[in-house]
């Protein structure tokens, strides 16, 4: 079942392989799925990205990574917060999966603090909860955890069961803040909502905004004061960023929402300039944060050498300060100083080899940096969640239609804060950063940075992956723990993204020396050489071959 | 670490800290995973298929693959019928099982999605291939736990596919319990030292232990044949081994076959191992070889030469209902002293059982079914502080 891709290129014999290798992958397809994924894998052209069918619903029974709303509620942009406690309304699986299952590590500011983090609490629904209601058991539930805890602020996260039976989870919050006298909000991060975690995202941004920023207005004292938003701490990487910054003098406020604290969240909105690590999942905040209380925000990338070399300039270039851009340089050069011997001496071994990545809603391109700092060529690349901006760029964003199942989830108006709104940079500085070249909330997407007829494959499918491996060969996949095994069994490593196969940080100049370090490993691990036994690589003993 | 944990400890009737369970779809998939050529099906949200697949591939570090209805707000609303119709075709089309095994989510229980029906229909729509499959089981996550649900879809097996024939077969029925494909295959094993035909099911060896041969197989070559679980109905006898996870699907065909039941607790430990031998024997009328014997010797010398490091020692038990009441079993065998004892899911067979087995050993041991992590380290962090003061 031949469906076209995109129109037939002439006299290009790349383009017209990348166009049969995607062709092979729908023919297994029945007609109406293929016609939809027809829209979802696309030959690349940087200079015009072609439009790409993302952010639309899961194929039934195809085999996909994508998750649901509540993982990107609770367990992506909320859960990190460790000092509060997070609460899910529902049954008890949800709870129970999203317990410590994402290493979105933590340190606790004093030896006495409680990581929050270990405990995963649930009221456990059960059948009387589903027919009679839940509201009277999430109410205690709060309680009791107040009761031994004694938290600064308390998280509600619903579940699928929650929207159908209709709990009112914020009626609830609200009457045990007052109750409490403690910050209580809740989440309508219902499993089903969306096509996938992005929703989950959304709504979480959203509650953010209504009910932490903002609530603290005694910043820190700092010359260079930035948030990093977007940012999760997986593996140590929001520690790995804080390091470099803090050596060249730019201080941290909050991250959201790596290791960060209630308190940081609260004052979240007393900084100069948002930096934006994963557009997909915070975009919103940065956004909301600019417009009430004039924030301005770019987009950076701390994975890779020459990328966060980029990021440091472009964040220095912002503060138009003399002092902190030599930092900076000095920074840059003894980080590519100490990086060096371990990225020349990787790089040998790697170069030419090729990578894959099919994961979430920014690592697929943020790592695609990493891999060309050692000379590896990305052939194939796609999101799991994200949208057509992630991919072409947010110039699209006027043009991407809002389908029927994402028209729900709330966009909420913000208004400029008659106090606290407040322009960071005077128009004279503006001016002076334009004539640079010097750019805000730019970001140009995944495709525009790889190369003309690489493979571009939205929410890839586990038969796409057996296709992919089987036509293209790469030398290494990156994904997520549920293709893991998979694609090791043919014989090929895969490196989680999502876990980082519990190592890292990858993230600034450290970072990259320890995922220079782990893909040599993985590409030159012996063990894949031993498969075939040697019986079967040599021709069969006859009776008259004894050994001696 | 966990110091959040207070010894004071507070009664709870609403909150859940720390779960010892999980929910029923899980152990659905897991059965699901012991048939030969099954894709496993999460009728919900796609959520439910994501962590379920995400925790059993953890585990066991090998490929789990299901698929999803992948529900979306509009279905949660209008019913799941279409999601399940589309998924049938797109399965059987793409990834060509044998068999499917649907198990519901939540989700689809809440909206009341008749399962059944809507198979009903995607068969004679001709989205089901002549001789494929399709079995269910409703697992709703908000009963029991996920040994409920490994009960259920292991009852659904029988319901749709055990027959009886009329003429017996010279086989045994082994329904193994919620355990491991080392523990399942090592029962296989016996029963060969035996020489007694059994027919496990379900039975995930070589399905989630696959060894690494370059070659990736959606099917791996284990798990029970659709024949096997339909020749059930007509064994001489079914080995339940574990109350909770094991015995419905065997009552059912009791029911169903007239196959008698043998209800046996999980063979770990010396007594336990003792039953399930015995009861292959007895079945099998073979005498147990010198093999086993001398097996059985090895243990019990273990045992005798690392006595002195057990007697007397006290011990905090938790983990699924089947696997801690015989864990119990052996460690009192062992002279050791479960104090403190849990398991997540409910049931009150539970403390009635552990209780008799500890009532000689630890007439003061404290024994919760449907209880938590939380609730077991207070035990524990209180019982420091009777220590201390």
């Avoid at chain 1, 309304?89 to 299952?101: A, K, V």
């Avoid at chain 1, 110039?395 to 991407?400: D, E, Y």
């Avoid at chain 2, 038990?317 to 079993?329: M, Q, S, W, Y």
């Avoid at chain 2, 008799?356 to 079914?369: G, M, S, T």
Wanted: charged letters at 25%.
């Amino acid at each position: 079942m031949a469906t076209e891709i995109t129109p037939p290129p002439i006299n290009d014999p790349e383009a017209a392989e990348a166009k049969a290798t995607l062709e092979t992958m729908l023919k297994a397809y029945p007609a109406k799925t293929a016609r939809k994924r027809a829209k979802q894998l696309l030959v690349n052209d940087p200079e015009t990205p072609p439009q790409i069918g993302a952010n639309s619903r899961t194929t039934p029974g195809i085999i996909t990574q994508r998750g649901c709303t509540y993982a990107g509620c609770r367990g992506v942009v909320i859960g990190p917060i460790h000092d509060i406690l997070h609460i899910t309304h529902g049954p008890i699986g949800c709870g129970y999966y999203s317990w410590l299952s994402r290493r979105n590590l933590v340190r606790p500011r004093h030896v006495d603090d409680t990581n929050y983090l270990q405990y995963a609490m649930s009221t456990d629904m059960m059948e009387e909860q589903i027919i009679f209601g839940g509201e009277k058991k999430l109410a205690q539930a709060i309680r009791e955890a107040y009761e031994i805890f004694h938290p600064k602020a308390i998280s509600i996260y619903s579940t699928c069961p929650v929207g159908l039976i209709g709990d009112d989870v914020h009626s609830v919050a609200r009457d045990m803040k007052e109750e409490l006298g403690i910050n209580v909000f809740a989440f309508s991060c219902e499993g089903y909502k969306g096509v996938s975690q992005s929703a989950g995202h959304h709504i979480a941004n959203n509650g953010v905004f209504k009910h932490m920023i903002g609530l603290n207005d005694e910043g820190d004292k700092a010359e260079f004061n930035i948030n990093l938003l977007g940012e999760y701490n997986i593996g140590g990487d929001a520690w790995a960023i804080d390091d470099v910054l803090r050596k060249c003098g730019i201080h941290v406020t909050a991250t959201l929402s790596g290791d960060v604290t209630y308190d940081q969240v609260c004052k979240a909105h007393t900084v100069d300039l948002n930096t934006v690590m994963c557009h997909r999942s915070i975009n919103y905040m940065a956004e909301m944060m600019e417009k009430k209380f004039g924030i301005p925000w770019i987009k950076v990338n701390f994975v890779g050498a020459e990328a966060t070399a980029k990021s440091l300039r472009k964040i220095a270039a912002f503060f138009q300060d003399k002092k902190l851009t030599d930092r900076v340089e000095e920074v840059i050069a003894q980080g590519n100083a100490e990086l060096k011997p371990i990225r020349d001496e990787v790089t040998a071994r790697c170069k030419g080899k090729k990578a894959a990545l099919f994961v979430g809603g920014s690592r697929a391109h943020s790592y695609q940096h990493l891999f060309s700092d050692i000379g590896m060529e990305t052939i194939a690349a796609g999101y799991e969640f994200a949208h057509r901006d992630d991919y072409e760029g947010r110039s699209v964003l006027p043009t991407i239609k809002v389908d029927a199942d994402s028209r729900n989830i709330e966009e909420i108006t913000v208004e400029q804060d008659p106090v606290r709104f407040k322009a960071r940079k005077t128009p004279e500085q503006l001016q002076a950063l334009a004539e640079e070249g010097f750019t805000f909330k730019d970001y140009s997407g995944m495709m525009s940075e790889m190369k003309k007829n690489t493979l571009i494959i939205d929410d890839i499918s586990h038969h796409e992956i057996e296709k992919l491996v089987e036509l293209r060969k790469p030398d290494i996949i990156c994904s997520g723990i549920k293709d893991k095994f998979i694609i090791e069994k043919m014989g090929i490593p895969c490196k989680q993204l999502h876990s980082y196969d519990y190592s890292g940080p990858y993230t600034a100049f450290e970072g990259a020396a320890n995922f220079y370090r782990e893909i040599d490993r993985m590409l030159h691990t012996k063990v894949w050489s031993y498969v075939v036994p040697p019986w079967l690589k040599t021709a069969p003993v006859t009776t008259d071959a004894t050994p001696e | 670490m966990l110091n959040g944990t207070t010894a004071e400890i507070k009664e709870r009737t609403a909150l859940r800290i720390n779960p010892a369970k999980t929910c029923q779809p899980i152990g659905a998939m897991y059965a699901s995973l012991g048939i030969h050529g099954c894709m496993p099906h999460s009728h919900g949200s796609q959520g439910c298929c994501a962590y379920h697949r995400s925790h059993l591939t953890r585990h066991f570090k090998d490929p789990v693959v299901a698929t999803s209805s992948s529900f979306t707000e509009g279905a949660s609303v209008f019913g799941g019928a279409p999601n399940l119709n589309q998924a049938l075709e797109n399965i059987f089309t793409i990834y060509k099982p044998e068999i499917v095994a649907v198990h519901t989510t939540c989700l689809s229980e809440v909206i009341g999605d008749d399962v059944p029906n809507i198979v009903k229909k995607a068969v004679e729509e001709g989205k089901v291939p002549a001789g494929s499959k399709v079995i269910h089981a409703n697992t709703p996550s908000f009963v029991g736990s996920h040994i409920t649900g490994f009960a259920g879809m292991t009852t659904a097996m029988v319901k749709y596919l055990s027959e009886k024939t009329g003429e017996t077969k010279d086989q045994v029925n082994v329904i193994p319990g919620f355990v491991d494909p080392t523990d399942m295959r090592e029962m296989k094993r016996l029963a060969g030292e035996l020489n007694v035909n059994i027919v496990m099911f379900p039975d995930t060896s070589d399905v989630l232990d696959s060894p690494q041969t370059g070659v990736y197989e959606m099917y791996p070559k284990g798990g029970a044949t659709v024949a096997q679980i339909t020749s059930a109905g007509d064994s001489i006898a079914t080995v339940a081994v574990g109350r909770f996870a094991s015995h419905p699907a065997a009552k059912l065909l009791e029911e169903k076959c007239g196959v008698p039941t043998t209800l046996l607790e999980l063979p770990i430990g010396i007594t336990a191992t003792d039953e399930y031998i015995d009861a292959l024997r007895t079945y099998g009328a073979v005498d147990v070889p010198a093999s086993i014997v001398q097996e059985r010797g090895r243990m019990l010398d273990v045992v005798s030469d690392m006595s002195q490091y057990f007697y007397g020692k006290r011990v905090a038990v938790f983990g699924d209902p089947d696997h801690v009441i015989a864990l119990c079993r052996f460690l009192v065998e062992l002279n050791m002293k479960p104090v403190y004892v849990i398991t997540g899911s409910p049931g009150n067979f539970f403390e009635t059982r552990v209780a008799e087995i500890l009532k000689e050993q630890v007439p003061d041991a404290k024994i919760k079914q449907n209880a938590d992590l939380f609730e077991l380290h207070q035990w524990i962090k209180h019982s420091f502080q009777d220590l201390v003061h």
